[in-house]
């Protein structure tokens, strides 16, 4: 028979796991840490900056792909505070950019759909600055992560590569039933024309037939001595 107590003491125990537990998961879930993901719409002949502060020795990547419009295509332009050119691309459908900021300041990229005169398009980019925080900050510890926290550090990086697979295939989806919706219009069109030029081809058949077997009249004339 259990001692008085017992099942108190086991019913603290479990609950103290149990917000361990809780903690744990809370801190597996990727943040967005020094990320920045947009989406926006870019109408034609525009062009669209974006600023990020940036600490010197600070490694940066950015990645960009057009969802929709045109030819799935624009520029792209990267610079540093003095206006130094980083990274410049013309009329690229998606890329990736890595660098390391040689100073401290304001950097600058662009989005350029100046060379389209009527079509707008929708790019998303992500502008990844510096590396994330780790799960289990090093200092103030005198011990190695335990078992657990080490499958939590592993689980922590398989989301975050879900997440980003996740990200590339949603793209990839949009872009896809882009193209599909723009070539269902098409070929509603084409099929329209096809319909008015068999239309008018067989009216025209009709009338060409019908004046094969019309009767035509002829005139006589006499002539007199």
């Avoid at 796991?17 to 801190?27: E, N, Q, S």
């Avoid at 657990?148 to 590339?168: F, G, N, P, R």
Wanted: net charge neutral.
């Amino acid at each position: 028979m259990p001692r008085p107590g017992s099942a108190q003491r086991w019913a603290a125990a479990a609950g103290r796991w149990g917000c361990r537990l809780l903690a744990l998961l809370l801190l597996l879930v990727p943040g967005p840490g020094g990320a920045s993901e947009i989406t926006f719409e870019l109408p034609d002949n525009a062009k669209q900056c974006f600023y990020e502060d940036i600490a010197q020795g600070t490694k940066c990547t950015l990645e960009f792909q057009v969802i929709t419009g045109g030819h799935y295509d624009v520029d792209c332009r990267l610079e540093d505070p003095d206006g130094k050119v980083l990274y410049k691309e013309m009329k690229k459908q998606y890329d990736s950019f890595t660098f390391t900021a040689s100073k401290n300041g304001t950097y600058k990229f662009c989005f350029s759909n100046e060379f389209s005169t009527f079509t707008h398009k929708t790019v998303y980019f992500d502008f990844q600055v510096g590396e994330d925080p780790p799960l289990f900050p090093s200092e103030n510890r005198v011990s190695a992560l335990t078992q657990m926290e080490s499958a939590c550090v592993s689980i922590h990086e398989a989301l975050k590569s879900v997440i980003d697979y996740q990200t590339h295939f949603r793209l990839r989806e949009a872009q896809g039933r882009s193209r599909a919706e723009d070539l269902n219009t098409r070929v509603a069109y084409w099929s329209v024309g096809e319909a008015l030029i068999l239309l008018v081809v067989s009216i025209g058949q009709v009338f060409l037939l019908k004046s094969f077997f019309s009767d035509k009249r002829t005139t006589t004339t006499r002539v007199g001595s």
